[in-house]
Every structure is written in C-alpha cells, then in structure tokens.
C-alpha cells in the first residue's frame, strides 16, 4: 500500500519519546524497529512520522508466505513479454518513501536476510535477479514492527537484523491519554471513553491462558464506533472486544461479566 500526499495529519499522540528518536534516527539514515503489543498504535505512528517528515509511506503486512520476491521485485509476462517489476521495497528504495514492514518476523527469515544491506551504513539493495544493486535515494527510511510478547522462539528477529535498527518500544498509553483518543477517534463522550479504558486495563491485569490478546486501544475504539450506529455500550463491547479476544467459551463468560460490571447497558 502506498500512502501520498494526505491533506491532514493522522490523530497520534506521543506518549513519550518516541517522535524525538524517530526523528533523529530518520535524519542520521538508521533503520528503525517499533516493539510493541497489537493495537497499541505502532502503525499510526508510522502514518504520523511520514506526513511529518513529508514522505511517501509504502507499507506491506507481512505474512508467512511473503518472499524475497514479494519485495524486492520480479519479472511478469505482460502483453507476450516479459519484464520486471519492481516490489514494494525497491520502489521505496528508488523514490525514496519510508518503507514500513509491519510484522517482519511473520516473513519467512530468509526474507528478512535482503533487508540487512538497506539497514547498515551501506544502504544499498542488491537484486540479484538484474544483477544490479541500488542506492538508497535520498529520504528513504526503513521501519519494521513486531510484537515480541506474541512471537514464538521460533519466529523473532535474528541478532544480526536486530543490531542493525534503532528500537523504540511501544506499550498502551496512560489512561487519561487513551480515553483521549477514543474520544478522538470514535466521537464519543470522555465519560464513556473512560469506562472503556477502565474495562480494558481490568482485561489487561488478566492471566489466563484463553485469552490470544489483551484488549488493545483499537479495540476500544471499534466498540466506540459500533455505539455511534446506536448499538448499546454492552452489545458493541462483546462484540468488538470479548468476541476478538477470545474462542475459549469460559474466558469469554469472563469477559461478558466484566463487560457488564464496567459498562452501562445504556448511554446517557
């Protein structure tokens, strides 16, 4: 996906340096990893920091099946000929746009190999297919994310990639600043916005094995936007957030019990 020339900055808010570090790392061309949960804002951040520094912004969900050529590029049959076709790192290589890899270790790690040239001081994509290798143009930057408390031993970052980035790490903002950008997001009241981060940091203090996740700022605002549509604040919470979290029928009467504690069957 290729993001140009938004009219108004994505709703961010810095929580705490990570503008500053994102900044500087942008500016001395080092390769930036953003650790953190699902949901916790990481990829708005990125959308944010591209409209600030005023680049183009390339992003590719990564997936198991995503290859090197997935990337960097391949040659197509197109009319009765064949030609190449540079991938979404390469374009970004070439124009200089931000690329941002979101969840890098779902690729296969022989995938993530090609990226170390581009990370270091050199810069530089080889493609081995044309036998070429391309410099980075000026203003290209390279961001990866990945949630370490999800990851498997065997799927997480080599050392080797890791000590090539500048790492930030993200977590779920303070209370009065998410209640903020439910607010933000969703147009919802501040008292509202407020029972649903309540309910979210008592799912957050959970240990249970059922759950796949905790419940993340995103999901709080997808339950906020479903009670503008005029469903009740219980129903959008089961929905938008008991139903994701959860196939464990026990965990998830857990959850609807909660739900009906912190949350009022009806808006005022």
Not at 30 to 57: N, Q, W, Y
Not at 217 to 224: D, E, N, P, W, Y
Request: aromatic share 6%.
């Amino acid at each position: 996906m290729i993001e140009r020339g938004r009219r108004s900055r994505p709703f961010y808010v810095p929580v705490s340096t990570e503008v500053a570090v994102f900044e500087a790392a942008y500016r001395q061309g080092l390769s930036i990893l953003l650790k953190g949960p699902t949901g916790c804002g990481k990829t708005r951040f990125v959308e944010a920091m591209a409209h600030d520094l005023d680049r183009p912004l390339i992003t590719v969900s990564c997936h198991d099946d995503l290859t090197t050529a997935d990337l960097v590029g391949r040659y197509l049959l197109r009319g009765g000929e064949t030609e190449w076709v540079d991938g979404p790192l390469t374009r970004a290589v070439r124009e200089g746009a931000i690329c941002y890899l979101d969840e890098v270790v779902e690729a296969r790690q022989d995938t993530t190999v090609v990226l170390h040239p581009l990370a270091d001081h050199r810069r530089r994509l080889p493609i081995e297919r044309l036998g070429v290798t391309v410099d980075a143009a000026a203003g290209f930057g390279l961001v990866v994310s990945y949630n370490p408390g999800y990851q498997s031993v065997l799927k997480d970052l080599k050392d080797s990639t890791r000590q090539r980035m500048v790492a930030i790490e993200f977590g779920y903002p303070a209370a009065h600043v998410e209640e903020g950008i439910v607010v933000a997001e969703a147009g919802v009241s501040a008292v509202y916005a407020a029972d649903l981060v309540r309910l979210a940091q008592a799912i957050r203090r959970l240990e249970t094995g059922g759950l796949r996740e905790v419940a993340s700022t995103r999901v709080l605002i997808a339950a906020a936007r479903l009670t503008t549509e005029g469903l009740s604040p219980r129903v959008a919470a089961r929905a938008a957030i008991a139903g994701p979290l959860t196939d464990d029928p026990v965990v998830s009467r857990g959850l609807v019990e909660m739900i009906d504690i912190y949350l009022p069957e009806f808006l005022a």
